[in-house]
Every structure is written in structure tokens, then in C-alpha cells.
């Protein structure tokens, strides 16, 4: 064979590979308008946001403290990187390597080629840019620039190795049924990230905030691939030593990365996946068991305990439920934390759980989809649409009430003063139960469906329609709570402030009270109701 043949035998799964990369991006772009804008407008933004950052940089040639933030950034990236496969799988096929294992190539082979067809793409070119000019901004001389250039490659090489490594050796934990709760739960880790980053931002933009930039740079500069950057400002200032021993630590991190992604791609293509055996043995021991297990003996009996168990076995299992409630928790949490690092400390702030939890009574049977056929079979009277929505409910309650607790105890404990404890807790138990009322009338007035597959919250057509019942269920629930807001406000403005604790009582006593009348007229409509219910929570 000559040497003109074997070096095309040699390059051409390399070749192959990133063809079959740019057909799978322009094969995706193709599938609907919709992708396509999602697409363009998502390279638009990464393509000014690199921008930006590299004129930044380049800006910031020359400061004191541009080399701890080049080396801050570069490790924001690959975190971000690693991060990528675990949420975002879904969004590039090549990622999942069991579409591969069939293929004549050898681990090492295939990681050579998968390699260079990961650097196809808007990533790998935005960390290129990114990358650059971080190098720009604290290179100083011939050899700050030479050493710059090797930087420049292994910063890109390490955060899609990383990427990859990882995608493989959870590949089969991103495809099962957790894999996907995990994607769902996606969005909630990435708005709390941005909030956090955004906060991260506005604190180093004060001028008391450069020590703990140059601490953070410290902490990062000997963690790959933040070392090569490092290693550019070291040669910049004359260490060479360190310099080299920065270059080599990134060469380690990016030989152990490869070295772990070809084990775990070794494993994923000779070992059997056993994960649906281990299923069925799981499912035939809990099947084998005796009596209830865990919650369930401590539920009531009869249809409450049942209705109990489904709506939180819902939350836990269905990943359209579990996204919706991960997004109260997390932000009925955040809000208080963001409100305070703002400046703005108020106690009143831990009211913000008690209106994301309450939340969660909305559109309850629209969150059985096409299921609820089943559950419309056991409603045939009012007392068992009472019975249905009042289980609903206090599943509902049986998550609300403790979190409203352990936020509102945190906020007066952190934020204070712990004598307006009372009032808003009390303010906090009232509007969850006015929610739970209003929430369960816009669940038989406006119910909408849910689709189970996508990323739409409401079927085509009931955008509005959901809403228009949200909105309108909080506006009614603000005035329900207006007599308990009107105590309040009225003992303070007559400097009765011995007297606030009595909000607590009052507030609880109100919530259930509103809470259990808004349920008792919610039930004959949703016995009227229920062929249009389950017309409009089936719906496709």
C-alpha cells in the first residue's frame, strides 16, 4: 500500500466524523422553523457574548488584577463544560457513544475521531474566543506569546475532553428515566446559576471587591485548564519554571481526561447495561413485601390517603411535576437571598415561599394529563369531587407548611428581628390558603393540559387560558388575604405592636378557613364540570 493510500485509510474516519457532525447540525436545523431560529439566535448570542468578552479582555491588558480574572473566567468556562453533557444531552446525538459501539473502531481510534469532531461547533469556537483573549490580556513578550499559543489549544482540548469524558461515563445514567429528571431539573440549576453569577458579578464590581478577586484567582490558577492561562502571566512576569509546570499540569489533566474517557468508552462498549435487570429485581422485591412501605402507612386511609399518595408520587416521579415543584423550593428559597444581598433585608420576604408553594394548587388535574379519565370514574357527586380536591390539597399542604415554616424561621433568623415573626407567618399561612382556594376554582374553571413530552407547559391553543387562570386565582387570593393585611397594618400605624402576635393565630385560623370554603364551592362546579375538565386536560 502506498503512502498516499494508507494516510487517506488513516484520515478517513476523522473525515467521516465531522461530515457526519455537520449533518447531524444542518440535519437538526432542519427539522422546523422553530429549531432554526433557536439555532441562529443561540449562535447569535454566543458569538456576541465571546465578543464581548474578548474586547473586555483586551481592555483589561495591562491592569493589576487582569490576570486573576482571565484565570477567574477560564474557570467559569469549563465548568460550564462540564456541565453541558449533563443537562444538554439531547442537543448534540453525538454525545450519546452507545449510537456508536457498533462501529469497527477501537476505543482509542474512536476517541481520536470524536475528538476532532467535537471541535466542530458553536462551543468549542466560542472557548477559542474566549480563550484568546485571555491570553491577550496577560501576555507580555515573545515568550508569554509563544507559551499563549499552546495555552490556547489545551484550554480548548481540556473543556471538550471534559465534556466528552463526562457525557460517556453517565451516558447511561442521562438516558433512563433519572437521566431525564435530571435534564428537566436542568433549568432550575441554570436560573439559580445565572442569578448567583449575577450577583458574583455585581459584588466584584465594587472597589472592595479586588482582594477577593486576586484570592479567587489564586485558588484557581494551579486548576487545569485555568493553569495554562496562569502559565502565560507567569511567563509574561519571567517565571518560567512556573510557567512550565502550569503547561504540564494542563497536559496532565488533558492525558488523565482522555485516559479516563477511553476506560469508560471501553466499558460502555463490552459491558452489558443491567440497569433494566436491576429494575425488574427491585420491582420484585417491593412487590414481594409485605403491607405499606414508607409514607404511605402514615397517610390516612381510604380515598384521602390514596389521593394523597398519587399527587406526591406525581411530584416525585413525573419530571413535568417534579420541575414544577423543584421551581417553587428553589425559588420560594431564592427570592429571600436575592432580596438581601440586594440591600433590601425584610423578614416580609420569606412570604414569597408560602405564593410559590401555594402555586401548586393550580391546574391539579391537568397535571393527570390523560390519566385523569381514571380518577373522573370515581367522581359521580359533589362530596366525591370535596373528597378529590381536599386529598389534593392537603398533599399540597403536607410539603407547604413545613418549608413555609423552616424559610420564615430562616428569615427571622438571619434577616430579623424575630418579633415580626408572628405577623408574618401568620401573613404566610393566610396566603397559602387563600391560594389553595383560588387555586382549586381555576383548576375546574381553567383546566389545561399538560404535555408530557416537549418543553410547553400548556397544550397549542391554552397558552392564555393558563395564564389568564393563574393571574386571575392571585389577584383574587390577594384580596382574600386583605382583612389579615389590614390587621397588621392597622396595629402598627396605632403603635399596638403588643398585640402582633395575634396575626399568627388569626392567620392560620383564616388560611384554613378560606382554604376549606373555597374547596367546599369549588366541588359541585367540578362535579358539573367534569366532561369539559376531561375534554380540556386531554387534549393533545
Avoid at 512550565?244 to 463490552?270: D, E, K, P
Wanted: charged share 10%; glycine share 10%; proline share 5%.
Amino acid at each position: 500500500m502506498s503512502a498516499d493510500a494508507t494516510a487517506t485509510t488513516l484520515s478517513s474516519p476523522v473525515s467521516v466524523f465531522v461530515r457526519l457532525k455537520l449533518t447531524l447540525l444542518r440535519n437538526g436545523v432542519r427539522q422546523s422553523p422553530g429549531r432554526m431560529v433557536g439555532y441562529v439566535a443561540s449562535t447569535f448570542m454566543g458569538l456576541v457574548v465571546a465578543g464581548l468578552a474578548v474586547v473586555g479582555l483586551i481592555a483589561l491588558r495591562g491592569t493589576p488584577h487582569a490576570g486573576a480574572l482571565a484565570v477567574l473566567l477560564i474557570g467559569i468556562l469549563a465548568l460550564g463544560w462540564a456541565a453541558m453533557p449533563l443537562f444538554f444531552s439531547t442537543g448534540d446525538e453525538t454525545l450519546d457513544p452507545t449510537r456508536l459501539v457498533m462501529l469497527p473502531l477501537r476505543p482509542r481510534p474512536l476517541i481520536r475521531v470524536l475528538l476532532v469532531a467535537s471541535l466542530v461547533g458553536i462551543g468549542p469556537v466560542v472557548t477559542l474566543a474566549v480563550a484568546t483573549g485571555a491570553v491577550f490580556a496577560v501576555a507580555d513578550g515573545v515568550g508569554a506569546a509563544l507559551v499563549g499559543v499552546a495555552a490556547v489549544v489545551l484550554v480548548v482540548l481540556v473543556c471538550v475532553a471534559l465534556a466528552r469524558a463526562i457525557a460517556t461515563a453517565s451516558v447511561r445514567l442521562l438516558t433512563s428515566r433519572r437521566g431525564r429528571d435530571l435534564a428537566v431539573l436542568g433549568g432550575l440549576f441554570i436560573a439559580l446559576g445565572a442569578q448567583g453569577f449575577n450577583l458574583a458579578v455585581q459584588r466584584l464590581g465594587r472597589p472592595d471587591s479586588l482582594p477577593v478577586l486576586e484570592s479567587l484567582g489564586n485558588a484557581l490558577r494551579w486548576i487545569p485548564p485555568a493553569s495554562a492561562i496562569s502559565a502565560v502571566d507567569d511567563a509574561g512576569h519571567g517565571a518560567y519554571g512556573r510557567a512550565a509546570a502550569g503547561l504540564a499540569l494542563t497536559v496532565l489533566a488533558l492525558a488523565l481526561l482522555l485516559w479516563w474517557w477511553q476506560r469508560t468508552l471501553t466499558t460502555l462498549m463490552t459491558s452489558p447495561d443491567s440497569s433494566t435487570l436491576q429494575a425488574m429485581k427491585k420491582d420484585s422485591a417491593r412487590r414481594t413485601s409485605s403491607g405499606e412501605r414508607g409514607l404511605a402507612r402514615l397517610l390516612p386511609q381510604g380515598r384521602t390517603g390514596t389521593v394523597m399518595l398519587r399527587t406526591l408520587r406525581y411530584a416525585w416521579r413525573d419530571p413535568k411535576s417534579k420541575m414544577s415543584w423543584s421551581m417553587s423550593l428553589g425559588f420560594g428559597l431564592l427570592m429571600p437571598v436575592l432580596w438581601s444581598v440586594q440591600g433590601n433585608r425584610s423578614i416580609y420576604t420569606a412570604l414569597w415561599a408560602a405564593g410559590m408553594l401555594g402555586s401548586q394548587m393550580f391546574n391539579q388535574f391537568g397535571q393527570d394529563t390523560s390519566a385523569f379519565w381514571m380518577v373522573a370514574q370515581t367522581i359521580s357527586t359533589a362530596r366525591d369531587a370535596y373528597e378529590e380536591l381536599r386529598a389534593r390539597a392537603l398533599a399540597v399542604a403536607l410539603v407547604a407548611v413545613p418549608y413555609v415554616t423552616l424559610v420564615t424561621v430562616a428569615a427571622a433568623a438571619l434577616m430579623g428581628p424575630w418579633s415580626a415573626f408572628p405577623e408574618v407567618y401568620g401573613l404566610a399561612l393566610a396566603l397559602f390558603g387563600a391560594l389553595v382556594a383560588t387555586g382549586a376554582m381555576a383548576s375546574v374553571l381553567a383546566p389545561y393540559s399538560i404535555p408530557s413530552e416537549g418543553k410547553k407547559n400548556a397544550a397549542a391553543g391554552q397558552g392564555p387560558l393558563s395564564w389568564g387562570g393563574f393571574f386571575a386565582g392571585v389577584l383574587v387570593a390577594g384580596g382574600l388575604i386583605s382583612p389579615l393585611l389590614a390587621l397588621t397594618i392597622g396595629l402598627h400605624m396605632t403603635d399596638l405592636h403588643g398585640l402582633l402576635w395575634t396575626v399568627l393565630p388569626a392567620g392560620a385560623v383564616y388560611g384554613l378557613c378560606v382554604a376549606a370554603l373555597g374547596l367546599r364551592l369549588t366541588a359541585p362546579r367540578a362535579a358539573e364540570r367534569l366532561p369539559e375538565i376531561l375534554a380540556a386536560v386531554s387534549k393533545d
